[in-house]
């Protein structure tokens, strides 16, 4: 069994940053990919960022790019997204994801089969 946690969320005024971390238990976490994923309110939750098991960050939304940043540190079990110069419209739950056994990353929200509880992040205009 995989359990993630997030934590981090806050209230933040526009342009300012909070960093979010997952915090995983289970062995399996130094070779799995981990996807970061955002829910606002009536809409449906979509793919922010993926790390890859080697590393590598992937962003999936255009608006976030030179903004988010997502990294991994393996030795504590968690996995991080660094968000800069937040808007509005970055208001959202923030949710964390993983896949058991999987290396590589997908934007379906249906590839990953653990979730965490979510975080919540409100950017103040």
């Known amino acids: 069994q995989v359990q993630l946690v997030e934590s981090g969320g806050g209230l933040v005024q526009a342009g300012g940053s909070l960093r979010l971390s997952c915090a995983a238990s289970?062995?399996?976490?130094?070779?799995?990919?981990m996807a970061w994923y955002r829910q606002a309110p009536g809409k449906e939750r979509e793919a922010v960022s993926c790390?890859?098991?080697?590393?590598?960050?992937?962003y999936y939304l255009d608006s976030v790019k030179g903004r988010f940043t997502a990294s991994r540190d393996a030795a504590k079990n968690t996995i991080y997204l660094q968000m800069n110069s937040l808007k509005p419209d970055d208001t959202a739950v923030y949710y964390c994801?993983?896949?058991?056994?999987?290396?590589?990353?997908?934007?379906?929200?249906?590839?990953?089969?653990?979730w965490g509880q979510g975080t919540q992040v409100t950017v103040s205009s």
């Open positions: 289970g062995r399996i976490f130094s070779i799995n990919a």
């Open positions: 790390i890859t098991s080697s590393g590598r960050d992937l």
């Open positions: 994801a993983t896949k058991r056994g999987s290396t590589v990353c997908s934007a379906s929200s249906t590839w990953y089969n653990y």
